[in-house]
């Protein structure tokens, strides 16, 4: 309850500006910081340790505000026409770059919002701490994978634009239309199956911490079985149900014992 009256009156201004992204990012933080309370109410800091990444795990899904991904994407679109068009030029194709258009022999090649990787970098983000926290990476070891997988999502996407620029060269413009969206879940596919590689490669280096993990997994697995609030319920429970059984057991052992004693005779 307290939570859907929190959250109504950003409803109210969601409705009436859909597209305005501070509104989403202020809506998804306080659903990940309700839903970690709750987490924290029912099993304490163990439950809390351990569902903290998947609940927050939902902001990456969370369009970046514009003062953060306009500065990127128009430098990605630069970039990737430079690169692109310098690199028909160099397999013999002459290729004109003015501004994020790509001029060739048949048409031109515009490199847009959704060409300039801004997407694929999102995806290569997400992708990085999802097999990071998969693998039970130390902190540096996340950082490095996802260093990679951005690396590859750039890279990827620079052969992307090659590619289309030197298809519409030699096939024309139309051509582009029917292999944009393959050599679009393409980057998708290679960022996925690279970091995933990466991923494989630094788990293997670390074989000594394996024996630590799994004590720690066993530790986390028993105190999310039983966490803390609900040990210490069960424990008073067990003492209060426990109370008459022992007294009525001492009290059957000392009369058993008083009957098998000898009984000394008065003098």
Request: with cysteine; proline share 5%; hydrophobic share 50%.
């Amino acid at each position: 309850m307290f939570a859907l009256v929190l959250l109504l009156p950003l409803r109210v201004f969601e409705i009436g500006n859909p597209d305005w992204r501070p509104l989403r990012w202020i809506h998804a933080v306080v659903v990940v910081t309700i839903t970690l309370l709750a987490v924290w109410a029912i099993g304490g800091v163990p439950w809390l340790r351990h569902f903290a990444f998947p609940i927050a795990f939902i902001l990456v899904a969370v369009p970046w505000v514009s003062p953060i991904e306009a500065p990127i994407v128009q430098g990605l679109m630069r970039l990737v026409a430079a690169v692109a068009a310098e690199a028909v030029n160099l397999c013999g194709i002459p290729a004109q770059l003015e501004g994020n258009l790509i001029r060739v022999s048949r048409g031109r090649v515009g490199v847009s919002e959704a060409c300039s990787g801004v997407r694929a970098l999102q995806t290569a983000l997400m992708i990085g701490l999802l097999f990071g926290e998969l693998k039970r990476f130390t902190v540096a070891r996340r950082a490095a994978l996802v260093a990679v997988a951005i690396a590859l999502s750039v890279v990827a996407n620079f052969f992307r634009t090659f590619f289309l620029v030197l298809l519409a060269a030699r096939h024309g413009v139309s051509a582009v239309d029917r292999w944009h969206d393959f050599a679009g879940y393409s980057i998708v596919a290679l960022v996925f199956v690279g970091t995933m590689t990466t991923a494989a490669l630094l788990s293997g280096r670390q074989k000594s911490e394996v024996r630590d993990q799994k004590e720690e997994m066993k530790h986390r697995i028993w105190s999310l079985a039983c966490p803390p609030k609900l040990r210490r319920r069960r424990v008073t429970s067990i003492n209060i149900c426990d109370r008459p059984v022992n007294g009525s057991w001492n009290r059957r052992i000392n009369s058993d014992y008083e009957d098998k004693a000898p009984r000394r005779k008065p003098n």
